[in-house]
C-alpha cells in the first residue's frame, strides 16, 4: 500500500487552518495600521494650509463643499472651498454656517461632537443609511448637506419658513412631525435646538468625508421634491 | 426534575438556552412583522413605535437569540465531545440568568424610552444607535463578563477532557468571538474609524467565526445524527476553517469600499469576498457527502433503513447547507463587487442577502440543535418528523424565500430609480419607494412575513409537544 497521502492527513489540514488564519489576520492588521493613519481626522491647519484629507477636521463646516467629478479619479469627490481645477479642493471659498464662518477648532469640534452623540442617541441608523449602512426606511445622509432639497433651489427652505439650508435642517429636525415629505414621516425625537446645530454641522462634516464617490450621480437629474 | 434522560447539567443547562432563545426568536418575528406593516402603512404605531425602534428590536432579537442558541449547542455538545461534564457549570447557570436578566432589561429600556439626549448618559444607559450593537455600555461591559465566563467553560473543560477537533476549533472560535466583541465598545466623533471597528464586531462575527462556528455544529451534528466518520468529518472541518477564514477575514474589505477607507479595499475586499461564497459550496458538498456515503454504507450490509437519526434535526441541517450557500454566498455575491455595489450598497438588496443569509447560515442549524435537544430531552432514539415540522419547516422557509425575493424586487427597483437615475437624493430615494413595484414588493414582503411567522408558531408548538409523540422509536 502506498504511503497515507498528505491530503488525507488531519494534521495537514489543521496547520493549514492555522497558517491561513494567521497569515490573513497579520495583513488585516498590517492594512488597519495604515487606513488608519488615513482616515484619521484632519485638523484646522490642513484646512488652512490646503492639505486634503479623507476625513476633514471639524472647522470644515466654515467652507463651502461640493461634490462633483474629478477627472482624476473618474468619479465624484467632495470639494473643500472650491475646486482647483486640477482634481483637488482649493480651501478658499467660506461659507456661512448658522451666520458664521469662523469656528475655532473648539467650537467646531464641540458641535460635531454633539452632533455625532446625537446621530447615535436618536437612533438616526436604525432607519437613515449613513455612508449607506444602516436601515432603508429613509433616505441615505452621506451626502444630505448638498441635496438639492434643502438648497435655494429646493422646496424645504421654503417648507419651513427658513432662509439658510442649515436653518431649514435644524428646523426640520425639531419638529418633522410638522413637515411631512412622504407618507413614511419622520417622528419627533425631542431634539433640541442645540442639538439640531450639532447634528446640521455633523450632517456638513459627513458630506465632507471622501466616501470613494458613493452615492453616485448625486443630485445630478433635480427631482422636484414632492413632485409625485 | 421533569425529565430523567439528561443526567449532564451542561445539557440542563442548554435547554435554558434554547428555551430562551425561542422566545426571542419570536419576538424577533413580531417586531418584524411591525416593520413590514409600516413599509406598507406607515402610520401604523406612528410616534408609538416608530420603525427604528422595531427595527432594533428585529435586529438585536436576532443577534441575541443565535447568540444564545449557540451558548446552548455548546453546552450541549460539549460532554459529548469531551466525555466529561462540563467544568464550573454553576458559574455558567448563573450567568445565563444574569444574561437572560439583562437581555430583558435593555429590551424594556428600548421599547419604552427608546431614546435619550445627546449626551454620553444616553449611550451609557439607553441605545448606543450602532446599529446590531445598541445595546448601551452597561450591557455591553456585562455581555463580555458572560461571554468571558462561557469561554472559560469552554476551555476549562476542553483543556480537562478529551480535547476532539470541533472541540479545538470551537475553543479558537469563541475566543475571538468573544474578544471582536470589544472592537465595538467605544465612542468617537469620526464616523469613518467608527464603521471601520464596528465592521469588525458585525463582519468578523458573522462572516467569519459564526460561520466557522456553524461548520463545527454540522460536524458534531453529521457524526450525532448519521454515524458518519469522525476523522473524515473533521478533515472536512479544518478546510472549511482554512476556507472560511482565508476569504472571511480579508473579505471584509467590501465593507470598506465607502465609508471613507482608501481605494485598495476595493480590490482586497472584491477579491477576497468573492472567494467567501467557495467554503459554502464544500459545506453544502460535505453535508450531502457525508449523508450519501453512511446511507450506502449501511446499504452495503443489506440495511434498508434511514442512517437518519434525527429527521426534523437533518432536515434543518440540510436546510442550512442549501441556504447557507444561496442566501450568504449567492446573493451575497450578487453585490459583492464595488462595481455593483456602489449601486446596491444602502438599498433594499442588503436587507434581501441578510434575511436569506441570517436564515439560512444560522436560524436552520440552530434550530436543527433545538430538535437535537428535544430528542435527547426525551430519551427518543430515533425522532421522526410530524406533520406539524414539515408544515412548519416549508411554511418558514418559503416565507423567508419569498421576503427575499419581495425585497431583491424592491432592491432593483431602488437601484434603478434612485442610484442610477436619480442620484440618491432625497427625492430621488422617495421616487423609487413610490413606485408601483417597490409597493408591491412591500405587500409581498409582508404577506411572507406572516406566513413565516404563521409557520414559526407550529416551530414552537411542535418542539413543545414532539418530544411526547408516539411516532419516534425509543
Keep these: 500500500m502506498a504511503n497515507k497521502s498528505v491530503w488525507s492527513d488531519n494534521r495537514f489540514w489543521q496547520r493549514t487552518a492555522a497558517w491561513v488564519t494567521g497569515f490573513a489576520s497579520i495583513l488585516l492588521i498590517w492594512l488597519t495600521f495604515d487606513t488608519s493613519a488615513q482616515i484619521s481626522m484632519g485638523n484646522d491647519a490642513d484646512l488652512k494650509n490646503g492639505v486634503t484629507k479623507r476625513v476633514p477636521g471639524p472647522t470644515v463646516i466654515n467652507y463651502k463643499i461640493s461634490y462633483e467629478i474629478s477627472t482624476k479619479r473618474g468619479h465624484e469627490v467632495p470639494y473643500i472651498g472650491g475646486n482647483d481645477g486640477k482634481g483637488g479642493s482649493l480651501f478658499k471659498e467660506k461659507e456661512k454656517f448658522f451666520g458664521r464662518d469662523d469656528y475655532s477648532e473648539k467650537e467646531a469640534g464641540d458641535l ?17 443609511t449613513l455612508m449607506g449602512n444602516g436601515a432603508y426606511y429613509a433616505p441615505d445622509l452621506t451626502k ?21 439650508k442649515e436653518e431649514a435642517m435644524a428646523e426640520f429636525l425639531q419638529h418633522p412631525e410638522l413637515y411631512p415629505t412622504h407618507a413614511r414621516m419622520m417622528p419627533n425625537l425631542g431634539i433640541t435646538a442645540q442639538e439640531a446645530k450639532g ?7 459627513l458630506s465632507s468625508i471622501d466616501t470613494n464617490g458613493f452615492p453616485r450621480n448625486f443630485g445630478k437629474i433635480q427631482g422636484a421634491l414632492n413632485g409625485k | 426534575m421533569a425529565n430523567n434522560y439528561l443526567k449532564s447539567e451542561s445539557k440542563q443547562l442548554a435547554t435554558w438556552y434554547f428555551t430562551f432563545a425561542a422566545i426571542i426568536f419570536g419576538a424577533q418575528l413580531v417586531f418584524g412583522l411591525v416593520a413590514a406593516i409600516q ?11 416608530d420603525f427604528s425602534i422595531a427595527r432594533i428590536l428585529h435586529i438585536n432579537a436576532l443577534v441575541v437569540w443565535m447568540v444564545f442558541a449557540m451558548f446552548g449547542s455548546v453546552y450541549w455538545l460539549l460532554p459529548d465531545e469531551t466525555e466529561i461534564e462540563t467544568v464550573g457549570i454553576k458559574v455558567g447557570k448563573l450567568l445565563f440568568w444574569v444574561f437572560a436578566a439583562a437581555i430583558v432589561v435593555v429590551v424594556l429600556v428600548f421599547l419604552f424610552i427608546q431614546v435619550g439626549p445627546a449626551d454620553q448618559t444616553t449611550i451609557w444607559f439607553i441605545t448606543e444607535g450602532r446599529e446590531y450593537i445598541e445595546a448601551p455600555r452597561w450591557a455591553d461591559i456585562g455581555i463580555v463578563i458572560v461571554a468571558l465566563g462561557f469561554v472559560a467553560n469552554l476551555f476549562l473543560t476542553g483543556i480537562k477532557g478529551k480535547q476532539t477537533g470541533i472541540v479545538t476549533v470551537l475553543m479558537a472560535d469563541m475566543i475571538a468571538f468573544a474578544g471582536l466583541y470589544l472592537a465595538g465598545m467605544f465612542f468617537t466623533d469620526n464616523i469613518s474609524v467608527d464603521q471601520y471597528w464596528w465592521w469588525w464586531v458585525i463582519h468578523l ?15 458534531y451534528g453529521l457524526i450525532k445524527m448519521l454515524g458518519a466518520h469522525r476523522q473524515v468529518v473533521e478533515m472536512w472541518l479544518w ?3 482554512s476556507m472560511l477564514f482565508g476569504s472571511g477575514i480579508l473579505g471584509m474589505g467590501h465593507h470598506y469600499f465607502w465609508i471613507g477607507t482608501p481605494e485598495y479595499w476595493w480590490e482586497i475586499g472584491a477579491l477576497f469576498s468573492a472567494l467567501e461564497p467557495l467554503p459554502l459550496v464544500a459545506m453544502f458538498v460535505h453535508v450531502l457527502y457525508d449523508w450519501g456515503k453512511t446511507q450506502g454504507a449501511q446499504e452495503a450490509h443489506g440495511e434498508k433503513v434511514s442512517v437518519i437519526k434525527n429527521k426534523p434535526a437533518f432536515t434543518w441541517f440540510v436546510l442550512n447547507a442549501f441556504g447557507n450557500f444561496l442566501g450568504a454566498g449567492v446573493w451575497g455575491f450578487f453585490h459583492t463587487l464595488p462595481q455593483i455595489n456602489l449601486y446596491t450598497h444602502g438599498t433594499q438588496f442588503t ?13 436552520t442549524i440552530l434550530i436543527g440543535m433545538f430538535y437535537l435537544a428535544v430528542q435527547g430531552k426525551n430519551g427518543i432514539k430515533v425522532m421522526k418528523s410530524t406533520k406539524l415540522s414539515i408544515w412548519s419547516t416549508s411554511m418558514i422557509t418559503g416565507g423567508v424565500m419569498g421576503m427575499t425575493v419581495a425585497l431583491t424586487i424592491a432592491g432593483y427597483v431602488q437601484v434603478i430609480v434612485e442610484r442610477a437615475q436619480m442620484g440618491a437624493t432625497w427625492s430621488g430615494y422617495f421616487d423609487s419607494q413610490s413606485g408601483v413595484w417597490f409597493t408591491q414588493a412591500m405587500d409581498w414582503r409582508l404577506l411572507m ?5 404563521l409557520g414559526f408558531i407550529l416551530l414552537a408548538t411542535d418542539l413543545l409537544r414532539t418530544g411526547k409523540s408516539a411516532i419516534h422509536e425509543r
Design chain 2, 449 to 453: 412575513g406572516v406566513i413565516t411567522f
Design chain 1, 199 to 205: 447634528l446640521v454641522a455633523f450632517l456638513k462634516h
Design chain 2, 39 to 49: 413599509f406598507v402603512m406607515p402610520s401604523f404605531l406612528y410616534q408609538i413605535l
Design chain 2, 205 to 219: 462575527w458573522v462572516e467569519a467565526t459564526w460561520e466557522v462556528f456553524v461548520g463545527a455544529i454540522a460536524a
Design chain 1, 112 to 128: 460635531l461632537h454633539l452632533g455625532k452623540l446625537g446621530s447615535q442617541a436618536k437612533n438616526c441608523m436604525d432607519c437613515h
Design chain 2, 351 to 363: 436587507a434581501a442577502h441578510g434575511h436569506l443569509a441570517f436564515f439560512g447560515a444560522y436560524a
Design chain 1, 144 to 164: 444630505a448637506w448638498l441635496d438639492p432639497a434643502w438648497g435655494p433651489e429646493g422646496s424645504m427652505q421654503a417648507v419651513t419658513g427658513k432662509s439658510t
Design chain 2, 239 to 241: 478546510i472549511e476553517v
